[in-house]
């Protein structure tokens, strides 16, 4: 079993960055694909970057390309999403996902585990 915990959520003004984390227990995510979702109510959760097990492919969200960065540090069992120029539009509750594969991918259904979630609120 794979726990997942996110942190670095919080509240920052237009255009100013933050780091979400996401730290693994149960198994070593060298041996998994990651990536982070996000979800605002109402609405369902829609990708925002992914990272291959080997860290050589990520995917990222048209609406995030250019501005976020998925990245993973296996020694240290986290995932990282590096968010700058932030918009209020990316205001929505942040999950890290794990999968038993090589690849990376931007379908939520291929997502074994998932985090709790870390809330990102982006003020105008």
């Known amino acids: 079993q794979v726990q997942l915990v996110e942190s670095g959520g919080g509240l920052v003004q237009a255009g100013g960055s933050l780091r979400v984390s996401c730290t693994a227990s149960?198994?070593?995510?060298?041996?998994?694909?990651m990536a982070w979702f996000r979800q605002v109510p109402g609405k369902e959760r829609e990708s925002v970057a992914a990272i291959s097990r080997t860290g050589s492919t990520t995917l990222y969200a048209d609406s995030v390309k250019g501005r976020f960065t998925i990245s993973r540090d296996n020694a240290k069992n986290t995932v990282y999403l590096q968010m700058n120029s932030l918009k209020p539009e990316d205001t929505a509750v942040y999950y890290c996902?794990?999968?038993?594969?090589?690849?990376?991918?931007?379908?939520?259904?291929?997502?074994?585990?998932w985090g709790q979630g870390t809330q990102v609120t982006v003020s105008s």
């Open positions: 996902a794990a999968r038993l594969s090589t690849g990376a991918s931007v379908n939520p259904r291929l997502y074994n585990y």
């Open positions: 149960g198994r070593t995510i060298s041996t998994l694909a």
